[in-house]
Nanobody, 124 residues
């Protein structure tokens, strides 16, 4: 059974940094794309970043490009999202997800597996 478990959320001041993690288990993820989405209260869930488990190609939403970095640790089966220069508008629940449909990686409907989410709050 596939499990994605996020950790590392919290409260940080604007301009600060935070790293969230996603521990993946239950299958071999070499053919998967792993992604981070976020959802703020009253808003739709939105794509943040994605990484191909094999090869490590990365993709970012324009709103986080240059500030966030997605990476993976193959040995630990863990995906990370390093968030720098955080802004209050980055406040949201952050979700880890996995898909084998690379052509539609920005769409949350493409993802079969989801974590429970971790809250990130950026104060001004």
């Amino acid at each position: 059974q596939v499990q994605l478990v996020e950790s590392g959320g919290g409260l940080v001041q604007a301009g600060g940094s935070l790293r969230v993690s996603c521990a993946a288990s239950g299958r071999t993820f070499s053919s998967y794309i792993m992604a981070w989405f976020r959802q703020a209260p009253g808003k739709k869930r939105e794509f943040v970043a994605a990484i191909r488990w094999s090869g490590g190609s990365t993709y970012y939403a324009d709103s986080v490009k240059g500030r966030f970095t997605i990476s993976r640790d193959n040995a630990a089966n863990t995906v990370y999202l390093q968030m720098n220069s955080l802004k209050p508008e980055d406040t949201a629940a952050y979700y880890c997800a996995a898909t084998i449909r690379p052509s539609t990686y920005t769409s949350d409907s493409s993802y079969a597996y989801w974590g429970q989410g971790t809250q990130v709050t950026v104060s001004s």
